[in-house]
Nanobody
Framework: QVQLVESGGGLVQPGGSLRLSCAVS????????IGWFRQVPGKEREGVSC????????YYGDFVKGRFTITRDKTKNMVYLQMNSPQPEDTAVYYC????????????????WGRGTQVTVSS
């Protein structure tokens, strides 16, 4: 059984930085990857980033534009999302989740999700 627990959300000013953390328990190597999604009320959940397990390749949503970086520390069973220069439109609940990338889109067909952490970007 895979369990994912996020932390690190909060209020950040536009142009600042924030690091989200995800504690991973359970075996995730059977899945395509591990990553982050986000959701704003009234909108569909969208893929932020997905780190592929077998070769370390990384997917980022188009809106990231080089501002966010996903990393994984296997020794600590942790996955991180470094958010640099966030903007108000990045305000959302961020979810750590298993992931898969097909074409230009990330999804989570495996249905392992954390509970989410709120990120609010505001001055």
């Amino acid at each position: 059984q895979v369990q994912l627990v996020e932390s690190g959300g909060g209020l950040v000013q536009p142009g600042g930085s924030l690091r989200l953390s995800c504690a991973v328990s359970g075996y995730i190597e059977d899945y395509y990857g591990i990553g982050w999604f986000r959701q704003v009320p009234g909108k569909e959940r969208e893929g932020v980033s997905c780190l592929r397990n077998n070769d370390g390749s990384v997917y980022y949503g188009d809106f990231v534009k080089g501002r966010f970086t996903i990393t994984r520390d296997k020794t600590k069973n942790m996955v991180y999302l470094q958010m640099n220069s966030p903007q108000p439109e990045d305000t959302a609940v961020y979810y750590c989740a298993t992931c898969r990338v097909v074409g230009t889109k990330a999804s989570n067909p495996y249905e392992y999700w954390g509970r989410g952490t709120q990120v609010t970007v505001s001055s």
